[in-house]
């Protein structure tokens, strides 16, 4: 309609239709009548219908209704759980999957009442993962979880690294998405983002591994068996780069991002006062074997212990992920051991380890989980629905072969995620 013809009319149409889509849910005569009297207001102290509807527009912006995404308990104070209502859900679905608001598809769905069943979900995460929208879950999860969004951040010495450049950066990225994407939704099995026997390379990265070119500028899928130097994430140089310092390596940073992200041990922040690696241009010796003497200090041994063994697995590539036999003129020892005993030499024994524990499993459902439901799992209090629901998660997505997206549709059919409580 016309705002200079249809007046008031016109703007309240505007509204009818913009607010449900804006707030996510059907919106009541009250609510339009509220917005409506920023027009009026207008229109009585002298400006257009059209500076009223702006107004009416900025306060739909600024709205709880807008900036939050609302979940109601009745009442609020209820530890009781109840199913989430068919508009919330309809946000819960679409801001997991695809990081943005719900189609028309997924709003018909919730006005008549079909997103309350198990075969419904299901349905739904089938047409969402097929679509193109789903490459948010790839970018967003992936650089939640595996740091991929740093990548664009993250700045090597340029004296010490001078052909690390933007094109090198953007094939890094290309690589840990690609990988990832394959699990996501290639069905490639989970524990293959750490045993993979093929990489995603261009001629830049190429070059960069050691790997004969491509031809191409775009990442082209390659194979990577017999190659004793690469396989998997743990030997892609984004996650390496970003685990790094800007000079030189990180065998702590290293470890620790292996802990945190891969087996969900949190390791906690350094105390006060710790001392310091000896980082002087006069200091001798490998940088293991400076770490190593730095362990030795009681108020480091604490986390060191658990840390280095893994990073010290990583040795072999330096600061930007190039492949390298030596340090400080000696051979790297790339041997280390996990925080349980178990042993290992070189990133590839390493991969292994982690893809076939347990913890991995269990990792992966607590991080996506986090990243579905907004919110970490409470996996302390014995009473909470998070500790059954994602251990229950974390058996089916092992025992069924790592499937990642029987690992989704499962968890958005969850009592957790299917329902909500309030607080006391």
Known sequence: CNLTTGGATCARTALQGFVPKAWRRPVTTAEIDALMTAVTLATTNGDTVEVGLKLALRAVLLSPHFVFRIELDTPATSLTPHPVAPYEMASRLSYFLWSTMPDDMLFAEAAANRLGTTDQLKAQVDRMLASPKAQALIDNFGGQWLYTRMIAEVVPDSTLFPTFDAPLRTAMKAEADLLLRDIVLGGLPAD???????????????????????GSATSTKVSLVGNSQRGGFLSQAGMLTVTSHQTRTSPVLRGKWVLNELLCQEIPAPPPDIPVIDEAPTATGTLRQRLEQHALKPECAVCHVRMDPIGFGLENYDPVGVYRAMDAGAVINSTGKLPDGRQFSGPKELSALIASDPAFAACVTQKLYTFALGRAPDLKTATHMDGPTVRSLADGFRSGGYNFKDLIARLVTSPTFVNRRGEP
């Open 192 to 214: 293959k983002l750490l045993t993979a026997d093929f990489a995603y390379v261009n001629d830049r990265l190429a070059r960069h591994y050691g790997l004969p070119a491509t």
